[in-house]
């Protein structure tokens, strides 16, 4: 009794919630917290995941240690409670597992599968959505649950799964350096810091390269090689753990408040990461605080210490897939609806359904009839089924008569509890004029373990097909006349949760209408990644059409095959491998005189040796009431890796007219939330009318720009950051790869429908230009005061059309102009390139260089505001601060005085070495000149006189020696080899002294006059001649360059 309780209670509860959610979010989750405690959540392990039952029990510890750990984390306000874990078919069933009810593959909150390229086994989280919105999927690969290294890599496995929940479930980002995303900023004293959330984690700059110290650019920034190195022995901080998770003292989310003065979590609001770029500068706590788990007090701490209670698991196996495709033949599907309805059923039975898959039919009108039972799907069933499809269409319509039966095939009654599980594909095409209603079942509906996806047919379809899917996690399409939406629909809704190996990708769908005699011919390229069981299939119908189709190969072969006329269809199957290159297909109209009107659609299997190109698409909202925002999200991946630069164009059709659809971008703007993560979106806001609004996908690679981006994931710019202490060697897979060309290809994807009701017409501006993320400043000028500002232009209406203009504010405190205080704007004089009132189209780059009114040795923080032509203005940018100090004037001073030190040390030396070559080349070189002059005995005589004179009075000695012996003429012998002057003099050539002793006087120097080696054996009058007529190398002088010349026999100096 109590069980029944406690199920009935959780139903009732989901009731509420999902009727609740109706008109707002679009989520496959079922994820629920009740009184603090976390139910419904999936853990699906991929059919890729080779079979190991240590593989579970090891998930069920982890998740245990997890649990307790998002309880602490959380402050005591939740924890995990109950896990539901879905093995695939593949595997063998055991006796404690219990059969798949509601839990599917594609709707797992946590996703265990194998890592995809070269990304490793790094944990992570796929989100495509904006701040405080719940993501995709958690991706775990069974290494990382597994090998207790990578624990040591990433971070224990609770701390690491704990950073990637509050991704998906409460929407917040990482507070670390991405790697397209500064390392450190500017703060606002004007300072650098590296990028962190909490400031109290301390560490060291490093130069990644070196190991060495860092440099300093212009900017005040460190250099692009530098990075932070935490402190792990540091006890200063507890937070935060979307900061770096693995850090040792991490514990915590960070909030804009400390606690209790401890400032070990205090959030900091100025550091440019994710986090605060996304969500305005917001705290994780604060944006949990607004999230619905926790909104108004709700789920107040428990104030327990420890978990209260370990969660419960429950192993549920996949089934195979059964499906009742239940189908309108009232009287208003008579002619071309119920035409193009049998051809997409049987094109659905026939090429899409996989072998072990069960199908059953059912129609109906005023009442519902049961056509088929259940039936098991294979070669010889498929052609039995198409025979079971109907004819004819007549009477009303009752929707709910023909769910009723469909749930009779499934063993379903909604009367009693059952655990039996199936889908439905429901199409209609007329209001709901026979009772029962969808309204008179969807409280029960919404309690089975269901999933309905349906298709609208023409604008008059009951409103209520977008309730049956709203309520069972299903998928809603809408179909009119000219397009192949059907077909789009059928292959859409029947692909989920089917292992992509096992699905068709789609390159071609298309309407096509030819005159009276006309003849088409298109190209479709086929590419390596899909070359197995390719077929071409064409529409027309069966009474009137007269058509001629041919399949022509790369090779110019052409194969063809004969029309199926009971169902006005003609396949042509390509086996394996198929050829990879462009195809081409030729219809002629043979009827000259009547138009015909053939759809096709091309599809093709992957290939046996490598992941697929897919392409998908989806709407953020099934339902939407003007001004909420509805994004569409594209995904382009090769297995979990992106493909970036695509070419992506959608195509919007309400009640058989286009609008104008949604610009997408991968480019981080915008609706947009991580750069080059192969997920393309865009704001659509271009309603005309209440209604189904449905959407088409073509994607094309762009010549060599498309590229394959290896090392990253679908959906996530960057995952838990790995721990760079750990050695690199032993991260298998981490390491970052090369961008790969995808090469030529082609996908279609349909991303079914969304209903606009209210103000959804175009005469009214309801929506603000789309808050810039991208804001970038740098100093252009110290001397001029010049900032210059960039960022991609916003909208009129979110990313849609032009903004009026733009107001851009700063401050030199970074809080006050967060809390708007004091701020400053610049005004349109202040502006030196661009205009504020003239904005670009969105999407393109803005430029401004802006005057600030003073630099220093401070900070300027920026913001700018986008305002459109009604008044309506976008929430304030991303914060950018920027230093105004004079970096590039220092760093240049200290480069000159370097450079200048250099270039005159070169020149001395080259000065140096040219002065010694030239000596020693002149010393060499010089020749001998004849003796020109003799002087006569008198004045040999007189010269040795005076010669002895000055000698005697800078040597005492020699007096005394000349009072001794009066008569003696000799001098001391000088050092041989030289000639010595003291002041002015005549030369003393006394004849019989030693032509090594000779010497001279010059005034006021001690000159020595080394002889030069040509004239070292050559006799004294030789030498004494030689000098006189100043034929001695200058660069056998010592001291300063004289010269020597006779003048009555006198030396002068010069």
Same mark, same amino acid.
């Given at each position: 009794?109590?069980?029944?309780?406690?199920?009935?209670?959780?139903?009732?509860? &989901?009731?509420?919630?999902?009727?609740?959610?109706?008109?707002?979010?679009?989520?496959?989750?079922?994820?629920?917290?009740?009184?603090?405690?976390?139910?419904?959540?999936?853990?699906?392990?991929?059919?890729?995941?080779?079979?190991?039952?240590?593989?579970?029990?090891?998930?069920?510890?982890?998740?245990?240690?997890?649990?307790?750990?998002?309880?602490?984390?959380?402050?005591?306000?939740?924890?995990?409670?109950?896990?539901?874990?879905?093995?695939?078919?593949?595997?063998?069933?055991?006796?404690?597992?219990?059969?798949?009810?509601?839990?599917?593959?594609?709707?797992?909150?946590?996703?265990?599968?194998?890592?995809?390229? #070269?990304?490793?086994? =790094?944990?992570?989280?796929?989100?495509?959505?904006?701040?405080?919105?719940?993501?995709?999927?958690?991706?775990?690969?069974?290494?990382?649950?597994?090998?207790?290294?990578?624990?040591?890599?990433?971070?224990?496995?609770?701390?690491?799964?704990? #950073?990637?929940?509050?991704?998906?479930?409460?929407?917040?980002?990482?507070?670390?350096?991405?790697?397209?995303?500064?390392?450190?900023?500017?703060?606002?004293?004007?300072?650098?810091?590296?990028?962190?959330?909490?400031?109290?984690?301390?560490?060291?700059?490093?130069?990644?390269?070196?190991?060495?110290?860092?440099?300093?650019?212009?900017?005040?920034?460190?250099?692009?090689?530098?990075?932070?190195?935490?402190?792990?022995?540091?006890?200063?901080?507890?937070?935060?753990?979307?900061?770096?998770?693995?850090?040792?003292?991490?514990?915590?989310?960070?909030?804009?408040?400390?606690?209790?003065?401890?400032?070990?979590?205090?959030?900091?609001?100025?550091?440019?990461?994710?986090?605060?770029?996304?969500?305005?500068?917001?705290?994780v706590w604060e944006v949990m605080r607004d999230h619905f788990d926790f909104q108004n007090g709700f789920n107040p701490s428990l104030d327990t210490v420890g978990l209260p209670e370990v969660p419960t698991f429950k192993v549920v196996h996949q089934q195979a897939k059964r499906t009742v495709i239940v189908?309108?033949?009232? $009287?208003?599907?008579?002619?071309?609806?119920?035409?193009?309805?049998?051809?997409?059923?049987?094109?659905?039975?026939?090429?899409?359904?996989?072998?072990?898959?069960?199908?059953?039919?059912?129609?109906?009108?005023?009442?519902?009839?049961? =056509?088929?039972?259940?039936?098991?799907?294979?070669?010889?069933?498929?052609?039995?089924?198409?025979?079971?499809?109907?004819?004819?269409?007549?009477?009303?319509?009752?929707?709910? $008569?023909?769910?009723?039966?469909?749930?009779?095939?499934?063993?379903?009654?909604?009367?009693?509890?059952?655990?039996?599980?199936?889908?439905?594909?429901?199409?209609?095409?007329?209001?709901?004029?026979?009772?029962?209603?969808?309204?008179?079942?969807?409280?029960?509906?919404?309690?089975?373990?269901? #999933?309905?996806?349906?298709?609208?047919?023409?604008?008059?379809?009951?409103?209520?097909?977008?309730?049956?899917?709203?309520?069972?996690?299903?998928?809603? &399409?809408?179909?009119?006349?000219?397009?192949?939406?059907?077909?789009?629909?059928?292959?859409?809704?029947?692909?989920?949760?089917? $292992?992509?190996?096992?699905?068709?990708?789609?390159?071609?769908?298309?309407?096509?209408?030819?005159?009276?005699?006309?003849?088409?011919?298109?190209?479709?390229?086929?590419?390596?990644?899909?070359?197995?069981?390719?077929?071409?299939?064409?529409?027309?119908?069966?009474?009137?059409?007269?058509?001629?189709?041919?399949?022509?190969?790369?090779?110019?072969?052409?194969?063809?095959?004969?029309?199926?006329?009971? &169902?006005?269809?003609? =396949?042509?199957?390509?086996?394996?491998?198929?050829?990879?290159?462009?195809?081409?297909?030729?219809?002629?109209?043979?009827?000259?005189?009547?138009?015909?009107?053939?759809?096709?659609?091309?599809?093709?299997?992957?290939?046996?040796?490598?992941?697929?190109?897919?392409?998908?698409?989806?709407?953020?909202?099934?339902?939407?009431?003007?001004?909420?925002?509805?994004?569409?999200?594209?995904?382009?991946?090769?297995?979990?890796?992106?493909?970036?630069?695509?070419?992506?164009?959608?195509?919007?059709?309400?009640?058989?007219?286009?609008?104008?659809?949604?610009?997408?971008?991968?480019?981080?703007?915008?609706?947009?939330?991580?750069?080059?993560?192969?997920?393309?979106?865009?704001?659509?806001?271009?309603?005309?009318?209440?209604?189904?609004?449905?959407?088409?996908?073509?994607?094309?690679?762009?010549?060599?720009?498309?590229?394959?981006?290896?090392?990253?994931?679908?959906?996530?710019?960057?995952?838990?950051?790995?721990?760079?202490?750990?050695?690199?060697?032993?991260?298998?897979?981490?390491?970052?790869?090369?961008?790969?060309?995808?090469?030529?290809?082609?996908?279609?994807?349909?991303?079914?429908?969304?209903?606009?009701?209210?103000?959804?017409?175009?005469? =009214?501006?309801?929506?603000?230009?789309?808050?810039?993320?991208?804001?970038?400043?740098?100093?252009?000028? &110290?001397?001029?005061?010049?900032?210059?500002?960039?960022?991609?232009?916003?909208?009129?209406?979110?990313?849609?059309?032009?903004?009026?203009?733009?107001?851009?504010?700063?401050?030199?405190?970074?809080?006050?102009?967060?809390?708007?205080?004091?701020?400053?704007?610049?005004?349109?004089?202040?502006?030196?390139?661009?205009?504020?009132?003239?904005?670009?189209?969105?999407?393109?780059?803005?430029?401004?260089?802006?005057?600030?009114?003073?630099?220093?040795?401070?900070?300027?923080?920026?913001?700018?505001?986008?305002?459109?032509?009604?008044?309506?203005?976008?929430?304030?940018?991303?914060?950018?601060?920027?230093?105004?100090?004079?970096?590039?004037?220092?760093?240049?001073?200290?480069?000159?005085?370097?450079?200048?030190?250099?270039?005159?040390?070169?020149?001395?030396? $080259?000065?140096?070495?040219?002065?010694?070559?030239?000596?020693?080349?002149?010393?060499?070189?010089?020749?001998?000149?004849?003796?020109?002059?003799?002087?006569?005995?008198?004045?040999?005589?007189?010269?040795?006189?005076?010669?002895?004179?000055?000698?005697?009075?800078?040597?005492?000695?020699?007096?005394?020696?000349?009072?001794?012996?009066?008569?003696?003429?000799?001098?001391?012998?000088?050092?041989?080899?030289?000639?010595?002057?003291?002041?002015?003099?005549?030369?003393?050539?006394?004849?019989?002294?030693?032509?090594?002793?000779?010497?001279?006087?010059?005034?006021?120097?001690?000159?020595?006059?080394?002889?030069?080696?040509?004239?070292?054996?050559?006799?004294?009058?030789?030498?004494?001649?030689?000098?006189?007529?100043?034929?001695?190398?200058?660069? #056998?002088?010592?001291?300063?360059?004289?010269?020597?010349?006779?003048?009555?026999?006198?030396?002068?100096?010069?």
């Amino acid at each position: 009794m109590l069980a029944t309780d406690a199920t009935c209670l959780v139903k009732g509860v &989901f009731l509420i919630v999902a009727t609740t959610l109706l008109f707002h979010d679009a989520t496959s989750s079922r994820i629920l917290l009740v009184k603090n405690k976390y139910i419904n959540v999936v853990v699906g392990i991929n059919d890729r995941v080779k079979e190991d039952p240590n593989l579970i029990e090891k998930l069920k510890q982890r998740l245990t240690e997890a649990s307790a750990f998002l309880y602490a984390a959380t402050d005591q306000r939740t924890y995990l409670k109950e896990i539901h874990i879905l093995v695939p078919g593949s595997w063998r069933r055991r006796a404690h597992y219990s059969n798949a009810e509601w839990e599917q593959y594609d709707n797992s909150d946590v996703i265990v599968d194998l890592p995809s390229d #070269h990304f490793g086994n =790094r944990p992570y989280t796929s989100k495509a959505t904006q701040c405080g919105e719940q993501g995709n999927y958690i991706h775990l690969t069974p290494d990382f649950i597994m090998d207790p290294k990578l624990q040591t890599h990433y971070g224990e496995f609770d701390k690491a799964f704990v #950073h990637e929940w509050a991704h998906f479930r409460w929407g917040v980002f990482d507070e670390y350096a991405e790697d397209d995303m500064p390392a450190f900023y500017i703060d606002s004293n004007g300072k650098a810091e590296a990028v962190r959330c909490v400031l109290d984690v301390t560490g060291t700059l490093r130069n990644i390269r070196t190991g060495g110290d860092c440099t300093y650019g212009t900017d005040g920034l460190p250099d692009g090689d530098c990075r932070f190195v935490d402190d792990r022995s540091s006890t200063n901080y507890d937070g935060s753990l979307m900061y770096k998770q693995y850090l040792p003292k991490v514990q915590r989310f960070c909030d804009q408040h400390s606690s209790g003065g401890w400032t070990a979590n205090l959030h900091n609001r100025q550091a440019p990461n994710k986090q605060n770029q996304q969500c305005g500068g917001k705290s994780v706590w604060e944006v949990m605080r607004d999230h619905f788990d926790f909104q108004n007090g709700f789920n107040p701490s428990l104030d327990t210490v420890g978990l209260p209670e370990v969660p419960t698991f429950k192993v549920v196996h996949q089934q195979a897939k059964r499906t009742v495709i239940v189908l309108d033949v009232s $009287a208003s599907m008579k002619g071309e609806p119920l035409t193009q309805l049998r051809q997409a059923a049987s094109n659905l039975i026939t090429s899409t359904a996989e072998d072990g898959e069960q199908i059953g039919i059912v129609t109906f009108s005023r009442e519902a009839t049961i =056509r088929s039972q259940l039936v098991t799907i294979n070669e010889r069933t498929r052609s039995t089924l198409v025979t079971k499809l109907p004819t004819d269409a007549s009477g009303g319509t009752s929707v709910g $008569a023909g769910i009723l039966r469909a749930f009779d095939v499934l063993g379903i009654k909604l009367n009693q509890d059952s655990k039996d599980t199936g889908n439905l594909l429901v199409i209609s095409d007329g209001a709901e004029n026979i009772r029962p209603l969808i309204e008179d079942l969807q409280d029960r509906i919404a309690t089975k373990n269901i #999933h309905i996806n349906t298709v609208a047919i023409g604008p008059t379809a009951s409103p209520n097909l977008e309730v049956l899917a709203n309520l069972t996690n299903g998928m809603t &399409f809408y179909h009119t006349t000219g397009t192949n939406t059907l077909n789009e629909a059928f292959g859409t809704s029947f692909n989920k949760n089917k $292992a992509v190996q096992n699905r068709p990708i789609y390159l071609f769908s298309d309407v096509m209408t030819l005159l009276g005699g006309e003849t088409l011919i298109r190209t479709v390229q086929i590419d390596r990644t899909i070359n197995r069981k390719a077929e071409f299939i064409f529409g027309f119908d069966p009474y009137f059409a007269s058509l001629s189709i041919v399949v022509i190969k790369p090779d110019r072969t052409e194969v063809t095959n004969t029309a199926d006329n009971v &169902f006005g269809v003609l =396949r042509v199957k390509v086996q394996s491998p198929v050829q990879v290159g462009n195809w081409r297909f030729r219809i002629r109209n043979d009827d000259a005189q009547n138009p015909a009107k053939v759809t096709v659609t091309i599809q093709s299997f992957s290939s046996a040796e490598e992941d697929p190109i897919v392409a998908t698409a989806s709407w953020s909202r099934m339902a939407v009431v003007p001004p909420e925002r509805q994004v569409l999200y594209v995904y382009v991946s090769k297995g979990y890796t992106p493909v970036i630069n695509a070419e992506v164009i959608a195509e919007v059709e309400i009640a058989g007219n286009m609008t104008d659809a949604p610009i997408l971008s991968d480019d981080g703007t915008g609706a947009d939330v991580n750069r080059n993560d192969g997920i393309y979106s865009g704001y659509f806001t271009n309603f005309i009318a209440e209604g189904r609004y449905n959407v088409k996908v073509r994607v094309t690679n762009k010549k060599s720009v498309t590229l394959i981006a290896h090392g990253k994931s679908l959906g996530s710019s960057k995952s838990a950051l790995p721990d760079p202490l750990y050695d690199q060697q032993n991260a298998e897979g981490t390491k970052q790869q090369q961008e790969e060309e995808t090469g030529p290809f082609q996908r279609v994807a349909n991303g079914g429908s969304f209903t606009c009701t209210g103000a959804c017409t175009a005469d =009214r501006d309801q929506y603000p230009p789309s808050r810039i993320t991208d804001l970038r400043a740098r100093l252009v000028s &110290f001397n001029k005061k010049e900032v210059e500002l960039r960022f991609k232009a916003p909208g009129d209406d979110l990313m849609y059309g032009k903004a009026k203009e733009y107001n851009i504010y700063y401050s030199t405190n970074f809080d006050n102009l967060y809390n708007s205080i004091g701020v400053m704007a610049i005004t349109p004089d202040l502006v030196k390139e661009g205009s504020l009132s003239t904005p670009l189209e969105a999407g393109q780059e803005e430029k401004f260089n802006v005057i600030v009114p003073q630099v220093g040795d401070f900070a300027y923080t920026f913001t700018v505001v986008a305002v459109d032509d009604v008044g309506n203005k976008s929430p304030r940018s991303n914060f950018i601060t920027i230093s105004a100090n004079d970096h590039s004037g220092k760093v240049k001073t200290w480069v000159v005085c370097v450079i200048l030190f250099a270039i005159a040390a070169i020149i001395l030396l $080259a000065l140096m070495v040219f002065v010694l070559l030239y000596r020693r080349k002149i010393r060499n070189s010089q020749p001998e000149k004849p003796i020109q002059k003799n002087l006569s005995a008198s004045e040999m005589e007189k010269a040795n006189s005076l010669r002895i004179n000055s000698m005697t009075r800078l040597d005492p000695t020699l007096e005394s020696t000349k009072k001794e012996s009066p008569k003696k003429k000799r001098a001391p012998k000088p050092p041989t080899g030289h000639m010595s002057c003291f002041e002015p003099c005549q030369l003393n050539l006394k004849k019989g002294i030693r032509k090594t002793d000779q010497r001279a006087s010059v005034p006021a120097r001690h000159l020595h006059i080394e002889r030069a080696p040509k004239y070292e054996n050559a006799d004294f009058k030789t030498y004494e001649n030689a000098i006189l007529d100043n034929n001695v190398p200058r660069g #056998h002088v010592r001291s300063t360059a004289f010269l020597i010349e006779k003048t009555n026999t006198v030396i002068h100096k010069i």
